[in-house]
């Protein structure tokens, strides 16, 4: 059996022959240390499996890659920046990301075809240009650029989000790294979650696309800071088969243990995003079992963890499962009420429907942690989800209100 | 043609033939002027017709009154009482609710089958019923009681929501009241949508609860104060035919006219309601038109009014109309980003998709007025509708979270 084990520092250029870097071109204002433009770089052509934003707008570099990824050829490098959207910009803004294709492939010698963008920053604004071409001639690839490249995507992160896993055995040595910014608010001061993962794995293209799509539907797809997607969303990931490994299809002896793998390092991202919400304290984990359909089981978590109400008692360390009850019974998934248990922070609060005693310290002190999980149990049958969020502060407000005033 | 005005003072007890009174039961904490029991009463048998929570699960109250409609009956009675919700109680609770419908009867002279009930406040907690049968014999009821049953019904509204309309023309003479309390939090300061109207117009069974559903679909279904639904929203109409009229029935000369002011009524209590969600400041309305379907209008309108990042905006006085397209990009309807157009308090800020220059000071000046504008054109088809809301402020933060910190 292959051992699954994190990698000090992981990031993206964790994975052999991934190489990145990032630079101040001068999109962002100016400030200590602000990076906003990097490069992630393969030496090898990469497979690669995208999933982007549901919205009905779509931002410029989401439109050009998704064009991109339509002619199904390999990819080998993606250019971000942060500062600027790209997005509500009409069809300059689409010439712009192209534009910004062919610099970046001019520059590391490769095709525009193989290159991704990603814009995360103010909406409406077009593309600074010549401040793209500048940052793009100033990047220098490194081995363990992946870190700055994290830099340069972030903006009302507080914190980095970076992670690898390395997959191993006798005949079997691969690894996948992934970094990934945070969401909160999308226009003025940026926000939308972008997430980049790169593996040295050699993976077929189906199986790497199912296996993404897998991994996001339980990972990026059940963490909600504040309910409102970005036109700009995008997760990607890269494979370029430099590591040690039969090729993993669907089928093939690996192929599982990929999935769990891709799936922890996605899971790790996306709780690491919930937590970073804007304003958040803390981190809210809702599982919801005994449903009688997994579609169920993720509608009942997501609807609970995006509860305003829920998210405010969290902060107020309230053991208020009447507001759990009400996003669950509002969440439009079969339950039978005399058959709910509830538990808040590990605290049974309601148990076949009915409320628990319990003491009133205990709970508070438990709701305090760092991470609150949150367990409804609707007893009716085997499906099971988990959704992560954050708790709602007066500083959420004041982040989203305080552009003008 | 028969006049539309509205009456001085309105409430549920300017209608011919209705009374109310409310008292201090004992059921909330006391305090200064705290009344937490009212009760309507009509000296003729109403016609009547409700709508309830959504939500799967629900208060006992609700599911009472359902039983009791179901026979299809009518009504003389409703006896509401703030402080405990009578919700996630169990066969208790039922048994509660339908003694209570039995101690009013008594004390009115009427069947328990004539009796509504109502409650909201904790949930979890059995009705204090030694104090719903005290306050039910200290109700006296009175041709002006109207405003004291809305403040029995209050939580944390600061301002009652009454209003009456009467409609007159040589041959005609009806009056049509209503009552509201707001929604906020759930539990533990209650909170929870209670509407009570009243009208002495003679009205078929069938086409008051049409007319209430069209008037619901327009009013108190396109107002969002923080997306929860409580397992006690009711909605009730009682109809007693005191005044003079033709009776209303569908296709009857006065259905048009008596559908008209009952949507006026319901739309007037909506957007008090909305004005008065906890810790707003101002009162958002968003029109989306221009839309293929009437159910994408209402949609995209609902979305944009309940997001997070809208309210947090408008608190801030922001013209970030990025926020509006997100939002509306997310509602999972038709759109083609290039048609579209965007006012914010009066003020173009996208046209045709792209956004459009203007005064920062005019558009922070004209979004600190009391109630806010947003228009969007979707410029697809002819269908129009509108949704209320409120901003989001630290202090909804300080209301949902101040329980136990």
Same mark, same amino acid.
């Given at each position: 059996m292959a051992k699954v084990e994190s990698v000090s520092g992981g990031t993206v250029t964790s994975p052999s022959g991934f190489s990145a870097g990032a630079t101040? %071109?001068?999109?962002?204002?100016?400030?200590?240390? *602000?990076?906003?433009?990097?490069? +992630?770089?393969?030496?090898?052509?990469?497979? *690669?499996? =995208?999933?982007?934003?549901?919205? @009905?707008?779509?931002?410029? &570099?989401?439109?050009? !890659?998704? @064009?991109?990824? %339509?002619?199904?050829?390999?990819?080998? &490098?993606?250019?971000?920046?942060?500062?600027?959207?790209?997005?509500?910009?009409?069809?300059?803004?689409? $010439? $712009? &990301? /192209?534009? #910004?294709? @062919? =610099?970046?492939?001019?520059?590391?010698?490769?095709?525009?075809?193989? *290159?991704?963008?990603?814009? #995360?920053?103010? /909406?409406?604004?077009?593309?600074?240009?010549? &401040?793209?071409?500048?940052?793009? !001639?100033?990047?220098?690839?490194?081995? $363990?650029?992946?870190? $700055?490249?994290?830099?340069? +995507?972030?903006?009302?992160?507080?914190?980095?989000?970076? *992670?690898?896993? @390395?997959?191993?055995?006798?005949?079997?040595?691969?690894? +996948?790294?992934?970094?990934a910014k945070g969401s909160g608010m999308i226009h003025p001061n940026m926000a939308t979650m972008l997430v980049f993962l790169t593996t040295d794995a050699a993976v077929s293209p189906g199986f790497l696309l199912d296996s993404l799509r897998k991994s996001v539907a339980v990972s990026f797809n059940m963490i909600s800071v504040d309910g409102d997607t970005s036109p700009s969303d995008t997760v990607v990931v890269l494979a370029n088969g430099k590591g040690r490994n039969e090729p993993i299809g669907h089928g093939s002896p690996l192929a599982d243990i990929f999935q769990k793998a891709l799936e922890r390092v996605c899971v790790y991202l996306a709780k690491a995003i919930a937590r970073d919400g804007e304003g958040a304290t803390r981190l809210i984990e809702v599982t919801v079992k005994g449903a009688a359909t997994l579609d169920e089981a993720r509608r009942a978590a997501r609807t609970i963890v995006s509860s305003n109400l829920v998210k405010a008692a969290v902060y107020g360390r309230d053991p208020n499962w009447g507001r759990v009850t009400a996003a669950l019974g509002r969440s439009e998934i079969d339950l039978v009420e005399n058959k709910l248990d509830v538990t808040m922070a590990g605290i049974p609060v309601l148990e076949g429907g009915r409320p628990v005693a319990f003491e009133r310290e205990v709970a508070v002190k438990a709701l305090g942690k760092d991470t609150v999980p949150i367990v409804v149990d609707l007893h009716l049958g085997r499906e099971k989800a988990t959704a992560w969020g954050c708790d709602l502060t007066e500083q959420y407000v004041v982040i989203n209100s305080a552009y003008t005033t």
């Open positions: 101040y %071109a001068g999109i962002k204002k100016r400030g200590k240390g *602000v990076l906003d433009l990097g490069i +992630i770089y393969s030496s090898e052509p990469c497979t *690669v499996a =995208a999933v982007f934003t549901t919205n @009905r707008i779509k931002s410029a &570099a989401v439109v050009v !890659n998704q @064009r991109t990824l %339509a002619k199904g050829g390999t990819v080998s &490098a993606v250019v971000a920046n942060s500062g600027c959207a790209n997005s509500s910009t009409g069809e300059q803004g689409i $010439d $712009d &990301a /192209i534009e #910004t294709t @062919r =610099a970046a492939a001019k520059s590391l010698g490769i095709e525009p075809e193989e *290159v991704l963008v990603a814009s #995360t920053g103010v /909406i409406g604004v077009p593309l600074p240009m010549a &401040a793209i071409y500048k940052g793009i !001639n100033q990047v220098a690839l490194t081995a $363990d650029g992946g870190h $700055d490249f994290e830099r340069a +995507i972030m903006t009302t992160d507080t914190s980095p989000k970076e *992670v690898a896993l @390395r997959v191993s055995d006798s005949k079997t040595r691969f690894t +996948i790294g992934g970094v």
